[in-house]
């Protein structure tokens, strides 16, 4: 069993819709939690960055952390065709350290 | 600030030769690690650089190797290439350190796509 589970996809959505993708890992001595953006023939874009159990927004974007259930979620909200691409969730037992990456999910927007 | 740069982005090369791929982090940041991004196994860590110094390990042969210079400046290379070391391989950078006021967390590059024929 991976060490973080994410499904695949693909996720197919219409424009304007709420986007919701999850994680969840088995080790329980991740603290920090990161999603990233990947592109099409591009590195990872940092998203959301995440320390402990809470909720975080920035801008369309919310980050929750639920540690009690090993369970991470990343929303988006009034999605946009330029939204369509792998979102990549990530966690490290501490910070700056060794990132453990899910499988990624592939995101569709079609407009 | 620039971000983190990696040369070369195309690299073709054939089974047992070698190869040495270059990172610039962001300035300032002490840290580097390196990634491999695959179809099949997804992004997995090689190793992280800090000071010079080897900090963390992930589980890779000893084919795969790395430094890190004064500057910040890594390099990782792989030697006897085979048609599985074929991967998009992505360097990140961070302080390295807690900092107040800064998230000490990784920003990647473009990363380096390596095709081993």
């Known amino acids: 069993q991976k060490e973080v589970e994410q499904d695949p996809g693909p996720l197919s959505v219409p424009e304007g819709a709420i986007v919701s993708l999850n994680c969840t890992y088995s080790?329980?001595?991740?603290?920090?939690f990161m999603w990233y953006r990947q592109y099409s023939r591009k590195g990872p874009e940092l998203l959301m960055y995440?320390?402990?159990?809470g909720n975080k927004e920035d801008g369309r974007f919310t980050a929750q952390v639920d540690k009690s259930s090993k369970y991470i979620s990343l929303f988006i909200r009034d999605s946009q065709p330029s939204d369509s691409a792998t979102y990549l969730c990530a966690m490290s037992l501490t910070s700056g350290n060794k990132l453990v990456f899910g499988a990624g999910t592939i995101l569709r927007v079609k407009s | 600030k620039a971000g983190v740069t990696q040369t070369p982005r195309y690299l073709i090369k054939t089974r047992g030769q070698q190869v040495t791929l270059s990172c610039s982090p962001i300035s300032g940041h002490r840290s580097v690690s390196w990634y491999q991004q695959t179809p099949g196994q997804g992004l997995q860590f090689l190793f992280e650089y800090f000071s010079e110094t080897q900090r963390n390990k992930g589980n890779f042969p000893g084919r795969f190797s790395g430094r890190q210079f004064s500057n910040s400046r890594s390099e990782m290379n792989v030697s006897t290439l085979e048609l599985g070391d074929s991967a998009l391989y992505l360097c990140a950078s961070s302080p390295g350190v807690p900092m107040w006021g800064v998230t000490d967390t990784q920003y990647f590059g473009p990363g380096t796509r390596l095709t081993v024929l």
């Open positions: 995440t320390y402990s159990s």
């Open positions: 080790n329980s001595a991740f603290q920090y």
